[in-house]
């Protein structure tokens, strides 16, 4: 964390939308720390990459096998060349078909203690 930290903060890398993705990864990949997964999704996330497929991410892999997809890598790698150029998009609706709590935003909990003082019924 520090390297990647220190590397924005020097400006050897930039995360925006518009940086140059080639070597805003090439930067990444010197960094220690920083592998495969964290590439991916910085790629994905942070500079809009529309093709990336992080086959090793578990919500990857858990996603494809509840859509009955191949969840191994090789074969789900193969299966996301169809999904080409766009295979970051196929991987919002992977980690989505899942039951993970990330999908149920916001938590149940804090969705129904707002409605509480917002003075709405809440059923049990």
């Keep these: 964390m520090r390297a990647l930290l220190e590397a924005l903060v ?5 995360v925006e939308p518009a940086a140059d993705r080639e070597a805003t990864l090439a930067v990444l990949d010197e960094l220690p720390g920083i592998g495969p997964w964290t590439r991916d999704v910085i790629s994905m996330r942070a500079l809009g990459d529309p093709d990336v497929f992080p086959v090793g991410d578990l919500g990857v892999r858990r996603g494809a096998a509840a859509l009955g997809l ?5 074969a789900l790698s193969a299966r996301a060349e169809r999904w080409r150029p766009w295979r970051a998009y196929a991987v919002q609706y992977l980690w989505a078909a899942t039951t993970h709590p990330i999908n149920d935003w ?19």
Excluded: K, N
């Design 70 to 74: 191949p969840d191994g890598g090789a």
């Design 10 to 14: 020097d400006g050897r890398l930039s």
């Design 106 to 124: 916001p938590p149940r909990t804090v969705a129904r203690l707002s409605a509480q003082r917002r003075g709405e019924r809440v059923a049990a």
